[in-house]
Each structure stands twice: as C-alpha cells, then as structure tokens.
C-alpha cells in the first residue's frame, strides 16, 4: 500500500512541476511552420514545414512601428540607453545587479563628466527586460541603481548629487522579445535632473 502511494505521489509531483520557461532563439536558420493537413488527410495529422528564416527576420524587430526604428537608433540606444548626453548607460546581464566587466569604461566615463561638472545633479533610473513579475522587476530595477550609486560615491561623486528610481519593466526602450532587445531594456540610464 506504501509503494502505490509513493508512486501516485512521485506521479503527481512530475505531472504538476511547472515547465521552465524557454526565451525564443536569435538568429536560427531554421523554425518549425505548422501548415494545415489536406482535406484528403486525418483532421488530427498536421504537417511540419521547415522553413527558412529571411533576413528581415532576423531582425530584432517584431512590428511595423519598430521597423522604422532606424540603425542608428539601436547604436544609440545600446550606448547610451535614455540617458542624458554624453552620459552612458549601464547595463546588466539577466536577473543580475552586480556591474558586469565590461562596464567600468562607460562608469568611469560617467564620473569623469560628473567629477567636471559638479553643479549637475543624476537621476539613475533602474530598468529590467519584461521577463518576471512586475514586482520583482521593481526591486530589481532598483538594486541596480543603488548598485550604481555605491560604485558613483566610492568613486567621488558626492551623494547629494544622486537619486534614483526604478522603472522595472514598464519603460521598455526596445520593444521586441529576444535576447537583443532584453539586453537593451536590462540597464540604469543616467538622466541630468539639474
């Protein structure tokens, strides 16, 4: 009687286990198209095409409002995010706050242009991709700027001079669902507020 419960048991905890949630790849050659079977055919069978993916496709864009988004819009947009010019953005890898390698340059950069102007006060504005709850995305976006704030202090910036806020999901630059555009809205933007 113990081993039918435990099989009914190990059944229930497999069949009820929630899928992981898998993003689309980029840049494949290749997706399955389903096409409907022939009148002559089963109603049930369904045939799968393979079929090539075309440059267009390929795109970062998923609607006729992004396509007009220009080159130079997604160049801008992946150095600078919605910050104030000359300021960078800052961008983070997923579900992370911690500043990534290759982001030194952009922060020293930043406080270079702080450090000269010292009349200018920053507003670091906390962003994320659209992936988990609103309100994880919430916290999230704001770990990363105060994260920012701590680095922006330790490096000289006064911290009267620094506030931040978070945006979470809700102000997405690239609107598009993939990887490219999820690394563009996953970044703190340095707004001049004064």
């Known amino acids: 009687m113990k081993l039918w419960g435990f099989l009914i048991l190990t059944l229930f905890l497999l069949v009820s286990c929630a899928k992981k949630e898998v993003p689309p790849i980029v840049g494949g050659t290749e997706i399955p198209v389903v096409q409907p079977s022939p009148t002559s055919q089963p109603q049930n069978q369904v045939e799968i095409d393979k079929k090539k993916v075309s440059s267009e496709e390929e795109q970062p864009f998923s609607s006729e409002e992004e396509k007009g988004c220009e080159k130079e819009d997604w160049e801008r947009w992946m150095l600078y995010g919605r910050s104030t010019l000359p300021l960078k953005a800052i961008f983070f890898d997923y579900d992370d706050y911690s500043i ?3 982001m030194w340059d ?3 950069h930043n406080v270079k242009y702080l450090l000269q102007h010292k009349n200018l006060k920053v507003e670091l504005q906390g962003n994320c991709d659209e992936r988990g709850t609103n309100e994880y995305n919430m916290a999230l976006g704001a770990k990363r700027a105060q994260e920012v704030k701590k680095v922006l202090i330790k490096l000289g910036i006064d911290e009267e001079r620094i506030s931040t806020i978070s945006f979470g999901e809700e102000r997405p630059l690239a609107k598009c669902s993939n990887e490219t555009c999820w690394s563009i ?6 707004v001049i507020i004064e």
């Open 106 to 108: 952009p922060i020293k």
């Open 100 to 102: 990534k390698e290759d």
């Open 185 to 190: 809205n996953r970044r703190v933007d340095f």
